[in-house]
Structures are given as C-alpha cells and as structure tokens.
C-alpha cells in the first residue's frame, strides 16, 4: 500500500496519507484526530473517488449547520449537477450521485422501500455521536444495515474506545475495518485560566496563585457551585458571593486584540445575546481595521436591503459594524446565516456562542474562552464531560494562521476547589469511551417484523454495539464462571447435587448468580426489542403472529411522537381538526418553547379547544405507558399552537414575532419547530392516504407552510 504525499496541492499529514491510501484500497477507515488537522481532507476523497468512479456516494452529520456546510463545499468542489441535499427541511436533487443528507433519513432510506442504488460509500461525520442517548440509536442502526459492500469512512476528535468500537464495526462489516489514530494536533493547544486579577496563566501558575487567595480567604470557597455555599455573614463579603468575580468584559480587555479573533462559549442563549450587548455597549469603536469595516459596511447594506429592518435592526448591524455578534440555536435563521458569513469573512473579532458552534463547523479562532464548565444538562447544572470541552477547545488555533491556538477557561478562584477533578481530566484530554445508546423506536421494530422473520430480526439487533458489549461482558462472566465452577468440581461438588455441602454453599451462590448475569446480558437486546412487540400487541396494533392491524397502518409511516401521533389518527382528531390547526397541534408536539417566553394574548379558543382534546390523548394510559417502556418524556408545549396556527395561515414571521416576549431571540427555534411540524405533518398525511380529500387539505398546507425562512439553507 503506497501512501500518496500530496492531495488537491495540499502536502498530507502522514494519518491523513495513510488513511487516503486505505479509501484508495476500498477498504472501510474509522479516522480519530482532534479538531482542526484536516479529516475532512479524507472525507473529500471518498467523495471524489466515488464521482470519479461514476458510483454514488452519502456524506452525514449530526447538525444541520454541518451538513449545509458540507453541501455548499461540495457544489464548490464538484459542480451543483453532481450534488444533492436530503435533509428533514429540504430535497435538492434527490438523484445527486452525492448526497448530504441526515443519518435520520438514510436510516430510513435502508428500512424503507427506496434504497440507493449503486452506492459505493458512507461518510459518517461526528460518528461518536453513537452515544447520544436522544438519536444514537440511528448511527447503529445505519451501520447494521448497510451491505456490508458498502465502503463506511467514521470521523471522529474523540474516540477514546478507539479499537474496542473499530472491532464491533469489523463484526458487523464482516470485513476488517482500519483504525487511524492522530493524537497531535497541527496547531498545537495552549489550556490557560483566567480571573480578573491573574489575567491568562498556565494551570501551574494559576494553582500557585490560588493556593495564596485560598491562604488569605479561609471560607470563601463555594462548595454549592458558583452560586452555592453558605452565605458569610460579612456583607461586603458576601456581596462579591452573588456572581463571578470574574466577567467576559474583563477577558476581553486581556484577550483583545492578541489573542482575536476569539470564540466565546457560554452554556445558555441569553447569556450570548446579553454578553455581546454589554461589550457593545463598553466599545467605543469598532474592533476592525479600516478595510474590514469597509469590506462589513458593504456586507451589511446588501443584506439590510436582503432581510429587511425587522430582521436586522439597528442595534444588531450596530453590534456588527463593532466587529461583536452572538449566534445560537435559536437565533432567527437568516441571522444566523449571516453571522456565519461574517465570520468566515474574519470580519467578526468577538463571538459568544453556545455549544452548537462547537460541533464540526469549519470556523476556527485564535482563541476560545470557556465560560466555566457547567452547563444544563436538562435537569441540572454538570460539569461539561471531556469530549463537550476539547470540542470547544478544538475551535482553537487557526492552520496556517498561528503559531498556538489558546483555550481560556473563567475560573474564579472560589470554584477552583470544586471544580479541580474535572479540570484535570480536560488537561488529560482522555475523552469518555463511546457507550452505545441504543435503544429501538416503535417504528424500528414495525418495519423490521415488516422485513424479516424473528430469526433475521434477532441476528440484526444482537449486532448493535450495545448487544457486542453486553456479549463480551457475558463472555467475562462465564469465563469467570468457568474457573469458579473447576475450583468447586476440583473440591468433590457436582452440578447435579442436590443439595450442596455448606463450606461451598456461598460460592455455588455465586456461580449461580454469574451464569444468570451473564445470559441476562447477551439476551437484552433481544428483550428489549420483545418488550416493545409485545407492547404493541397488547394495545392492539398487532397480532401475536406479526399481522398489521390499523395502529401498525398508521405506526408505519409515523417516527415523531410515535404513540401518540398514531393515538390522534385513531381517535379521529386528526380528520376532525381543521388542516391549519392541526398543523399547530403538530409543532405543540414537536418544539418545546423557552420557558420566559410571554404571549401577548391568550390563545383563541379553537386553540384552547384542540389543546384539550389532544391533552386527553397525550396523558392517556398507552401514550403513559410508551414513556414508561422508552423512557423518555413524550413532547407537548401547547403553547406552541397558535404559532404554528398563525404560520399555516400564512402570517410572516416578524408578525409572529410581535406576539410574544422572551429575553432572547427564538424566532429560530419557532423555524426550526416549524420544520419539524412539517414532516410530523408529511408523516400524517402518508397514515390518511386512503382519506383523499383530507391527504389533499393536507398537502395544501404542508406546501404552505413551506415558505421564507422555512426553506432557506442556512
């Protein structure tokens, strides 16, 4: 196997040439490198060798960002003919030889009745996504079903399980899969704490400046977290206890202009748009140079005449002409395009962003500031795992453009005690190994009773990564077993007896207990899946011997909210709610709103009206009982009607956006639900297909409510 040096004049790292020259070979490659060295130039080739080859080709990611990104790179690359983007939002040339899409819908693609045909590889981007416990169950399933001639290229920054996972893939590839591991980054990190009074210093530094704050406030520690601890009765003490020391406007006073451009990861969405507001407001002038103002003001003037003032105010191009912005999840779509596009530009100094910005997008810095290392977890405030820190840290350091790329955690000295632990393993950089989340939708095992006889279905789950683990686990227990039991037969003891002499009386026990744990595991997987059939049949769906009955009709064609989206179509709901309205019912069950989000007024009463007949069946005994076998909460926001209502009517979004108060822009997140409410409604529609006139009203609004900002790739 000859490594080749160079690719698109670019001379390759040397994991970047052995991995070419694998995908040369057609052999499957799983690639660990941290962020920033270049795996995408792998990526690149197996798209390029597929089109060559005149053969088809599927690259996925886990966020949207990501795959949009990736669909404007290669439209560059190969010419727009050549490249299409199937996402849950938008189909652009379906028939592309390659294909961005969602790893949803390639799944579905496999379980469904259009495979791709002549498919010669999968890019799977971000493939430690695996452990996700909301969608990691997709990854597997997509491995497991793919032929196993289908050439699997994985990307990964942190795989710390590295050949354990690379082995499983081997199992269910049925061929061997090579393992590329890079563990030097191409610009290298610098980890640096920061409070208000050390400016940036080394850990080391920082410890021995901690230990004489510690010397000098005996007590001030807080154990509860940044805002936990007992009060001190001192007041003026206790008044610097309330919040950090430490504030964003005083790492950009040590950060600027050095170390700028610089990402600024904060844990929540208002925190971005306060944050960059303040600093606004503390600027005096713009953080750019004169060409880059220039090179801004044009950007700016072409997309206010674009977007409008209501989109972009004169706060927010304020904001921008100083070189200062924030982006998050639920920032309205256009903006969000913008501030992307700002950045790539280098004409943006200082960003506050929250996580999402970490994951993949091609958009380093020369810096990165981690704003402590809590975040929501959805129940509580926890420390970021390694892998959500050196996923932010990897925006860091700019190829070709520094020297170092620096990591600038606030940490005030209060919360260092705390906190020490985690800090540590993040300087390791020893990421948490990838666990298997997987866990069958209601869908999943419908189609596969559709496609297989219980043989074939319990070969194709005893495969996922989860039942591999849970195998070799059995396989350790038994061999434990083994010894245990020789040792018992060694000292006179015989299965067969009866009764057992007390000396050994405690290790039979034993045995006995690892033989049960041991084909406990390696029949879980199998269980689970027999769990949720036998849930459906209980409720009628389907018969014992695998026979569809009207629920299974409707379950087929339904992944969101499974239960009870099947539930309203077996209820008549959903032929008695008008077409518009029951769109609104599908985003009230597909977005959840932020929680200081104010109407205006109360919701008409049709709203209130649909809100209360679908209520009846969301908190009903089988939709209850679903959540109790998944495991997870079934979604319902009522509130989120009349948006949804207002947007099939065909109201715009800036008027939506006059009916509601929030503290942060979530204009965004109502797009996004809105996406989502369209393909629960497509899903809907293909349930009633044999109701013409309502597959038609139907259709009438899925088609509407696909306008504006709705549609737009960003």
Known sequence: MTAPETYRGLDLDPFQAQAIAHVEEGRSVLVAAPTGTGKTLIADRVVERALEQGRRVVYTAPVKALSNQKFRDYCRLHGEASVGLVTGDLVIRRDAPCLVMTTEILRNMLLGSEPLVDLQAVILDEIHYLADRDRGTVWEEVLIYLPPEVQILGLSATLSNLQEFADWLTSVRGQKVEVILEETRAVPLEVLYSTRSTGPVTPDDYKQAWRLWERRNKGRTRPGGRYGGKRNRNRHQDRGRKGPNTRHTDLFEQLHPEHSPYLYFVPSRKQTEAFARTLGQRVDQSLLGRKDRNALRDVLNASLEELGPEVLDRELRGLYRKGIAFHHAGLHVQLKALVERLYEARLL?????????????????????????????????????????????????????????????????????????????????????????????????????????????????????????????????????????????????????????????????????????????????????????????????????????????????????????????????????????????????????????????????DCRSAARAVARVRFSDVVRASEEITESEVQWEPDMIPFGLAWAQGHTLAELMLTYWSRTDCSGQLISGFRRAKDLMSQIRLSVLEDEALATSLKKVITAVMRDEVVVVA
């Open 349 to 605: 100094r200082v960003l506050y962003t929250t996580t999402t910005f970490a994951l993949g997008i091609n958009m380093p810095a020369r810096a990165v500031v981690v704003d402590g290392i809590e975040e929501f977890d959805g129940q509580q405030m926890r420390p970021v795992t390694v892998r959500q820190f050196m996923q932010k840290a990897g925006r860091a350091g700019r190829r070709g453009l520094d020297a170092a790329g620096s990591v600038v955690l606030r940490l005030d000295f209060e919360d260092y005690a705390q906190h020490k632990p985690h800090l540590e393993r993040y300087l390791e950089g020893a990421s948490e190994p990838v666990q298997s989340a997987f866990s069958l939708s209601f869908h999943s095992v419908l189609r596969l009773v559709e496609q297989h006889d219980p043989d074939a279905i319990r070969e194709l789950v005893g495969r996922s990564f989860l039942a591999w683990r849970l195998n070799a686990r059995a396989d350790q227990l038994d061999a434990q077993a083994d010894l245990l039991e020789q040792g018992l037969r060694s000292a006179g003891w015989k299965p067969d007896e009866s009764v057992v002499p007390p000396k050994i009386k405690k290790k039979a026990k034993e045995l006995r207990r690892l033989r049960r744990r041991a084909a406990q595991g390696s029949d879980r997987v199998w269980h689970d899946f027999q769990l949720r059939f036998r849930f459906l049949a209980d409720i009628g769906y389907v018969e014992a011997d695998g026979t569809f009955n009207a629920g299974a009709q409707v379950l087929r064609h339904v992944q969101i909210s499974e239960i009870l989206t099947t539930e309203l179509v077996l209820s008549g709901l959903v032929h008695e709610l008008p077409p518009e309205l029951l769109f609104g019912v599908c985003c009230a069950m597909t977005t959840r709103l932020p929680k200081d989000v104010q109407l205006h007024r109360k919701p008409s009463g």
